[in-house]
């Protein structure tokens, strides 16, 4: 049974939009049986390494990456996604790969909030995101 869905953009609120793409949705509504939390996901490989040391966008494609194989080990999809929050530790620099983002949730575009923090769990880490699936 698919879930009930809805992605909605208030004409009262502003759309950021890079190269005519809407970055994220305002509200999603879901009439769910499971939701799935992801918990942070960071620039680690399998063996718990971090990958691209200094470069913010090897760091998002690796923790996009998590999210997905997260994802996967509980049924569900990128498709599935209603909700992110990212951490980063240069907002300036993560905005430069907007690319990456949209390559992952070309899909279904959750409700997102992304904040500049002071550092993550190690210094050489500049990203982390944690999420909210739905599935019907």
Do not use: C, W
């Not at 769910?32 to 971090?50: C, E, H, T």
Request: zero cysteines; hydrophobic letters at 40%.
């Amino acid at each position: 049974m698919p879930i009930n869905r809805r992605n909605i953009d208030p004409e009262g609120l502003h759309q950021r939009r890079v190269d005519n793409r809407v970055l994220y949705s305002h509200v999603v509504t879901v009439e769910p049986r499971r939701l799935i939390f992801i918990s942070g996901q960071l620039a680690r490989d399998r063996d718990g390494n971090i990958v691209g040391v200094g470069d913010m966008r090897a760091q998002l494609r690796q923790t996009l990456e998590n999210i997905r194989i997260a994802l996967e080990a509980a049924d569900a999809s990128l498709a599935d996604l209603v909700r992110t929050n990212t951490y980063v530790t240069d907002i300036n620099e993560y905005f430069k790969h907007v690319d990456v983002r949209m390559e992952y949730y070309i899909h279904a575009m959750p409700t997102s909030t992304t904040v500049e923090v002071r550092r993550l769990a190690q210094p050489e880490l500049m990203v982390e995101i944690d999420a909210i699936a739905a599935l019907g």
